[in-house]
């Protein structure tokens, strides 16, 4: 899973637990395993459930499967496993470089973080399947990290290229991902609730989280879940963060503000009536499970939640003025975020706070900053392992001012490559003292 563990092992030579710990966590939040959980079918009786909820559906005519993220492809083939030729139709969108195994499942590669025309494409036929499904049908949609940019279908008069240039300037704001998606929930023909308003049929939802907090209305900007925010938020995010006034995008937000587009359906719209949303994955079940892998190793272990937020470098430091006695570890998960300046290099937020880290923490500390989705940044590492030998190298400091990450820690053999992982449960952080 860890494709330079050796590498990794030998540049660092006690990072075995936190090797091993970083495994069971990606195994724990494997699409597939949280679909199977998630899902009973037996007697032509579909379950669904997770911790706080269950529903059983008997009575449906043809069920149909859509979903777009980075765990849609191993989502849609474990229901595949579970419920057969019961499926009359399966379309889903996913980033390049990941596809179904199942042959009947119809799928769309499209661009992330950045949407393209192929996601508009996805967008089309997803909507498409939602709207051909019946009153007496079951649609199920899969839920997870990257859905926004994987259904950029856009709304009223924009085009691909205003959602491209509002994208790429918002996320190099510095803004939140709640900010982000409120915006892109209002420049949207599918998003905040809209796929749900498009269906006739009964609606349910199977959600892998990739959002601090669990938020059912910002994951994968919520297609099928209420939608609190409006167009005046939208309005006072682009503000905050200070984009460009002319573009088309904001002046859609301005006339969605002033009554020319509908509002996004909100909490209490009856269209939610007949839509059930299920969150069977999150970044609390890969912590607790890295948790636990330490404990067997030997590490008396703090799990210090799954909240953290705010930029990568502060996070970073924060981990390394962890007092910590010997072989007492940390575990802790959220999603950083880094704004960028005039200059950027190579990396992403967990190997920039992985670098900081290193700059600021005592030798005998082991530490790992991991993206669960595999890839960190612009680069194409998961994320950092750092440890006495990585503070052997040079101009660190310069190198996290540029941020270029990437190629400080490369110095080193202080990169973590998984490749992508067909997950994402946003990122873990794991620190000991040997």
Request: aromatic residues 6%.
């Amino acid at each position: 899973m860890i494709k330079n563990r050796l590498a990794l092992a030998k540049s660092h030579p006690s990072s075995g637990p936190v090797l091993l710990a970083i495994e069971a966590a990606l195994k724990s939040v494997n699409p597939a395993t949280l679909v199977k959980a998630a899902t009973r079918y037996q007697n032509n009786v579909l379950e669904f459930r997770d911790t706080d909820k269950q529903a059983r559906f008997d009575s449906f005519e043809d069920l149909y499967v859509v979903g777009a993220g980075k765990a849609a492809a191993a989502m849609a083939d474990s229901l595949y496993s579970i419920l057969q030729d019961t499926v009359a139709l399966a379309c889903i969108t996913v980033p390049y470089g990941i596809k179904p195994a199942d042959s009947r499942i119809s799928f769309t590669q499209a661009s992330h973080p950045i949407p393209d025309e192929n996601g508009i494409k996805g967008s089309r036929k997803i909507l498409s399947a939602v709207k051909k499904a019946g009153k007496n049908d079951l649609v199920v949609v899969l839920v997870s990290g990257g859905g926004s940019a994987l259904m950029p279908l856009p709304a009223g008069d924009l085009d691909l290229q205003d959602k491209q240039r509002i994208t790429a300037k918002l996320l190099a704001s510095g803004a939140s991902i709640q900010e982000i998606n409120a915006v892109r929930k209002h420049l949207s023909s599918i998003k905040g609730g809209q796929l749900a308003a498009a269906a006739k049929s009964t609606v349910v939802s199977l959600v892998i989280s990739d959002v601090v907090g669990d938020d059912l209305s910002v994951i994968s900007s919520g297609p099928t879940f209420p939608d609190s925010s409006t167009f005046s938020d939208a309005l006072d995010v682009v503000r905050k963060y200070e984009i460009a006034s002319d573009e088309p995008a904001i002046k859609h937000l301005k006339d969605g503000a002033g009554g020319r587009y509908p509002e996004t359906p909100k909490p209490g719209d009856k269209i939610f009536d007949n839509v059930y949303n299920f969150l069977i994955g999150n970044n609390s079940i890969a912590c607790r499970i890295a948790a636990a892998s330490l404990k067997k190793s030997g590490f008396e272990v703090d799990y210090l939640g799954s909240g953290f937020v705010g930029e990568a470098k502060e996070f970073g430091q924060l981990m390394a003025a962890k007092t910590l006695s010997k072989n007492q570890a940390l575990v802790a998960g959220g999603e950083t975020t880094v704004k960028l300046g005039s200059k950027s290099g190579k990396g992403g937020r967990n190997q920039e706070a992985g670098l900081s880290f290193a700059i600021n923490a005592k030798d005998d500390v082991v530490a790992a900053f991991l993206g669960t989705d595999g890839i960190d940044g612009n680069s194409d590492a998961a994320g950092a392992l750092v440890s006495a030998v990585t503070r052997q190298a040079k101009d660190l400091d310069v190198y996290l001012e540029n941020h270029d990450s990437y190629h400080a820690l490369a110095k080193t053999g202080s990169l973590i490559f998984t490749g992508l992982t067909g997950t994402n449960v946003n990122d873990i952080a794991i620190i000991y003292r040997h």
